[in-house]
Structure formats: C-alpha cells, structure tokens
C-alpha cells in the first residue's frame, strides 16, 4: 500500500484543479499546470481535496504510480501558488551570465557566448555569479537548471564552473601535491 498515496491532497485558497478522466489541470496565481494521467490511475474530486486511487491495490506497479502521482499533483498545486527556485552559482576568472531579453547568456570560457533559451513559464534573474531559474513546474526548473550546470560542469582542481549553490565540490590536490609526497 502506499502511504504518500493514500494521504489527501488538500487544496490552497489560491489554487483550482479541474479533474477529467483522462487530465487534470492545476490553476493559480503563479500560472497553469496540465497532467495526463496513467490509465492505472484515477483522481477523485472531493470537498476536502483529491484523493488517487490505483486501477489494482495489488499490482505492484500500479502501487508505484499511486505514490508517484500523488507527489506530482501535490507538487503541481506547491508550484502554481508559491512556485519553484534553483540558484546555481558561477566560478571561474572571465565567466560571466548575463540575460539577452528573456533568454540567459553564459560566457564561461568557450569561443562563443552558449544561449540558454527560457520556455513558456520559466524566468532567470542573475545577481552577479548568481543565476536564480523560477517558475511553478518543478520538473521543468529542475531540469533547466541541470541544463545549465552541464554546460561547464564544475571541476575539482580549481572549482571553475557552474554548481548549485548548495552543492559541495571536492577538491583534489594538483601535480605539484603529488610529487611533494
């Protein structure tokens, strides 16, 4: 049985969900979400919230999509009233991250300025080596600023590069470490 899925999903002042068989769709102040559901899943609409339900309790993968769209609809709902962040951070002498209308321009030691384009829903600020990606799907944040990260990974000798700002980096010592000892 799951037990993310078996809790009810209550739903905040700001925010409406329309449920149909097939969709359900999340509205709020920060913007509109839409989900195709699995046909192992059903959404119920009741007057304290939403409640998942699988087609079969018994099958074990359809006990996994329960939980799993359970936590994506209650992440959706998080999304369209208070939203998502990812801050990632630039090191490195010359890099840079400027904004160019509404897309993001990384110079970060190529030849050439790398674009990153910002789909429908999602903003970048930068505040000196501080990128910040917001926007109410978490899924779509957390993938664009992966993105980001994977143009210049940070790397472990001098720790240029781009990284979460709570990401921690290891260290390695260089060359001249190793012919010391």
Known sequence: MSRIGKKLITIPAGASVQVSSREVVVKGPKGEIRLALHPHITVLETAEGLTVKPVSET????????????????NMIAGVTTGFKKQLEINGVGYKATLKGKNLQLEV?????VEVAAPAGIAFSVEKNIITVEGADKHLVGELAAHIRSVKKPEPYKGKGIRYIDEVIRRKAGKTAAKAA
């Open 59 to 74: 099958n074990k993968k359809d006990r996994a999509l329960w939980g799993t769209f359970a936590s994506i609809i209650r």
């Open 109 to 113: 030691g190529f030849t050439h300025p």
